[in-house]
Structure formats: C-alpha cells, structure tokens
C-alpha cells in the first residue's frame, strides 16, 4: 500500500481515483479539495496526487518540496508562468507530469511521432480533440502534447505553426497545424491526428470512455516515483516506452 494525498477530491478525477485506490494497492489518507489545507495530509503521505485547477498546481510543489514528498501532475491548462514555476520544484523532489496518463493515449504520442518523420511535409496535419461540456482548457494539454510531438518530428518552431485557423482562405502553409477543439456533452475524450496527403489521408484516434485509464496511470505513477532520485519525470518513463 502507498499512501496518498489526493488535491482535487471532489472532482470528476479525484472520484474516480478514489473509486480504484484499493484495489491499486494505493491508501488515500488526504482527500482534499478547494480550501482544504493540505499541510496535515503532505505530513502523512508518501506522495501527493494532484487532479484539480492550474492555478492550485504550483503551490501544492511548494509545500511538495518543503515536506520533502514527491508529486503526480495531471491537472492540465498551466499558463507559461504556472508551468515554470512548478518547474522549479523538480530541483527538490521527484515529479511525474503528465497531460495524459492512459497508456493508448501514450501510444498514440509515440505512433503520431512517428508518422510525423515518415510523412513528409506535403502531408498536413490536423489536430481534433473533442471533451466534455465542463472542461475548463482547451486545447487539451493532450492536444498541446501532440502539437509539441509533430513540431519536433517537423523540426518546427512554434512560431511557424499556427494554432487553429479562423476564416482562412487561399492555400494552406506547410507548416501549419490545425488544432480544432471541440466541446460538449459527457464526451471523456477523443484525439485524432490526420495527416491529409496527396491522394489519401492517414488518421490516427484514441477515444477514452472511462475516466479509470487515467486513474489507473496516475496510482501507477504513484507507485513508481516513491523513491526515485529527485528529477521531473514523464509517463513515458513509468510506462517504459522511451525509445
Ligand atoms: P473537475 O472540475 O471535475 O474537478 C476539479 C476539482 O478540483 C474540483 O473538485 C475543484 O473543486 C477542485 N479545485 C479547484 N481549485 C482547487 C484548488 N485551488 N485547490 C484544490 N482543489 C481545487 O475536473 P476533472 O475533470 O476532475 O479534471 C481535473 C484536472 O485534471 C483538469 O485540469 C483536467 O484537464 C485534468 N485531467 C487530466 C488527465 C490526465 O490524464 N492527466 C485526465 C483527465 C483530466
């Protein structure tokens, strides 16, 4: 058993991890949410768990770092700021961030890589993601991983890339990337990438139906980073799949 804290309990996340914890081996000992102090919780655990908003993130790897205890990430839509300043935790305690912690999504990280390199660049890519109604960021921090996956395949820079295209007329840019987010209904998530060529069309889809893949990633990178040496790792190293 690992005993967790959990920050962002009450959520759609925070339930559904706490409806597996036991059976993954996992104790929570801190449930908490918004105004919640997470101080007596952190004393308590072996690591802390975080599905809540971005602008909780940073301060819960402050008191991470002051207690010595190591963090899972998978809140997503960190502005710039957010994202370094929990960055600079990584110098004092093991850390696992993910956007996406099921292992098809991770998957499809690695094959959009590399149809990326294989398709040249006369094969545009599109980007669609489609989430529920209540999701707060868009694109998905999934979308903005698949955009970064493609950009580095491309050797792109994010300047040369636009994201999305309102109103667009006349010829596409090579190097653009659409990104098209949409919204609505209990959807749980869906990603495709396409690559549209010349006479053909490579599209490639993961669709998540139950929140528990992402549960299940997360209290498995719970398990994995309680002792690692300090560091920001990604999901790719719990689940093996660096190439
Ligand atoms: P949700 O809105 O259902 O739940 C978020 C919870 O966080 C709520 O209970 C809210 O009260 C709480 N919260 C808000 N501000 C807080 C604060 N300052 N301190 C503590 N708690 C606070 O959202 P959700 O669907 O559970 O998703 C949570 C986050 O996880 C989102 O950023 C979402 O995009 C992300 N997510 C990541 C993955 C992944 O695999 N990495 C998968 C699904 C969702």
Redesign the pocket.
Known sequence: MVKILL??????????IQAIAAAEEVEIVAA?????DPVPGLKECEVAID??????TA??AKLCAEYGKPLV?????HTPEEKEAVAEYTAQIPMVW?????TG?NLLFYLVGKAAKILGREYHPELIEMHHC????AP???AEHLLEIIRAARGLTPEQEMHGRKGLVGERPDDEIGVHALRGGDVV?DHTVMFAGPGERIELTHKASD?RI?AQ??LRAAHWVVGKPIGLYRIEDVLGLRD
Do not use: C, W, Y
């Open positions: 920050n962002g309990a009450r959520g759609r996340m925070g339930q559904a908490i949410d918004m105004g919640d599905f809540s908003f971005h602008e909780a301060p819960l990430i998978g809140t997503t839509g993910a956007g996406n912690f099921s999504v209540h999701k707060k960021d998905s921090g999934t998530g929140r992402f990633g997360a």
